[in-house]
């Protein structure tokens, strides 16, 4: 399995975490009183953003991406549900 492989994994991975994260446990924290939600589920996005900039390194310098596209990729890990729209983008240029 090559390093870009891994990387688009790691990027879904890393979207769905974020959403979850933004979208469900942050609500559930302050709505609902349960901050395990926010403790668990962050710590997870936490590890899956470490490897996601891990990864994207290892695809970066295999695949040899220019400065623009890299940085796009980087700041794609701060929005949510952009990372499902680097791993399409991804799949198409393979």
Known sequence: ???LSI???????EGISYILLIFIAMP?????????AVKYTGWAHGLLF???IAF???AWMDNKW?????????L???LPFAPFYV???LKEDN
């Open 1 to 3: 399995m090559n390093s």
């Open 7 to 13: 990387f688009r994994k790691v990027a879904v991975a």
């Open 28 to 36: 559930l924290k302050y709505f609902a009183d349960l901050p395990l």
């Open 50 to 52: 470490v490897l996601y």
């Open 56 to 58: 994207f390194i290892m």
């Open 66 to 74: 220019k400065i623009g596209k890299s940085a796009l990729i980087v």
């Open 76 to 78: 794609a890990s701060l």
């Open 87 to 89: 791993d399409k983008k």
